[in-house]
């Protein structure tokens, strides 16, 4: 069973730039970040292969976040540069048992609080 941990969230201004982590503890995954504004629903950030050499993002990060991945220390993080209010979410991480689905999370970590003010 794998356990997921985030961290590396907090407050930032406009414009702002952030590296979320991600700790992998068990069998490694492709992976995702997802976020979830406050009244609305779980949304898809970034996608990233096992091996690194794949990633997708969705429409909405416009070049400004890069996933990445160090399977050596366990760890996916998301390089969050030109925040925006409307990025503020709590971030969570999880397993994507198919890198081409990301509707289909099977393990999700507890989330980190990210906030952008304006």
């Known amino acids: 069973q794998v356990q997921l941990v985030e961290s590396g969230g907090g407050l930032v201004q406009t414009g702002g730039s952030l590296r979320l982590s991600c700790s992998i503890f068990g069998r490694a995954y492709h992976m995702g970040w997802f976020r979830q504004a406050p009244g609305k629903e779980r949304e898809f950030v970034a996608a990233i292969s096992y091996s690194g050499d794949s990633s997708s993002y969705a429409e909405f990060v416009e070049g400004r976040f890069t996933i990445t991945r160090d399977n050596a220390k366990g760890a996916v993080y998301l390089h969050m540069s030109r925040l925006r209010p409307d990025d503020t979410a709590v971030y969570y991480c999880?397993?994507?048992?198919?890198?081409?689905?990301?509707?289909?999370?099977?393990?999700w970590g507890q989330g980190t609080q990210v906030t952008v003010s304006a």
């Open positions: 999880g397993t994507l048992p198919d890198l081409r689905d990301t509707q289909r999370v099977d393990t």
